[in-house]
T-cell receptor, first 113, second 112 residues
């Protein structure tokens, strides 16, 4: 069973389109996250949700809108996609205050053309 | 401010040798660090963690050393194997929001 699963794994789309990435965790964690990894492999947090409440919004453009329908799901919707949005997006989950259980999904490679 | 960085972007080692990957951080208040391994096409995978009240922690074939005086930590991998080839990241876990602040990453290549 995949602990943190995100779909799709690959997403190729044109500039200006709107797309969504879905994430689900079956670990019973109370906190979920979205991270972005750029072409130089640099990983940076975008959002953090705890029990469906937004905790961190790391100065991400408002074209990015996370939604957490319940604590096991955190989806990411992106409006008006731009070339610079091309990256690998990772969902993750953890128990608040814990680092050893911090689990990442396998990533969604978004390519905007 | 928050800043975690790595000295060496690429490390090549012979199979069977020991590997040492280094990381520097700037926030002297940091108290929890984690090393991650990322293989191609996968997400970061937890390797080992260490709190600031410790200088050293050992796992299976891995050891993390923390030097708070110079704000430096390292990951040592004993008897490096081809399966260890990956990108390695150090990260600091911040209490607020439970967010990870990652370093730039080091590519480890193991030659057979």
């Amino acid at each position: 069973d995949t602990a943190v699963s995100q779909t799709p794994k690959y997403l190729v789309t044109q500039m200006g389109n709107d797309k969504s990435i879905k994430c689900e965790q079956n670990l019973g964690h109370d906190t979920m996250y979205w991270y972005k990894q750029d072409s130089k492999k640099f990983l940076k947090i975008m959002f953090s949700y705890n029990n469906k409440e937004l905790i961190i919004n790391e100065t991400v453009p408002n074209r990015f809108s996370p939604k957490s329908p319940d604590k096991a799901h955190l989806n990411l919707h992106i409006n008006s996609l731009e070339l610079g949005d091309s990256a690998v997006y990772f969902c993750a989950s953890s128990q608040a205050g814990r680092g050893d259980g911090y689990t990442f999904g396998s990533g969604t490679r978004l390519t905007v053309v | 401010g928050e800043s975690v960085g790595l000295h060496l972007p690429t490390l090549s080692v012979q199979e069977g040798d020991n590997s040492i990957i280094n990381c520097a951080y700037s926030n002297s208040a940091s108290d929890y660090f984690i090393w991650y391994k990322q293989e191609s096409g996968k997400g970061p995978q937890f390797i080992i963690d260490i709190r600031s009240n410790m200088d050293k922690r050992q796992g299976q074939r891995v050891t993390v050393l923390l030097n708070k005086t110079v704000k430096h930590l390292s990951l040592q991998i004993a008897a490096t194997q081809p399966g260890d080839s990956a990108v390695y990241f150090c990260a600091e876990l911040l209490e607020y929001g439970n967010k990870l602040v990652f370093g730039a990453g080091t590519i480890l290549r193991v030659k057979s």
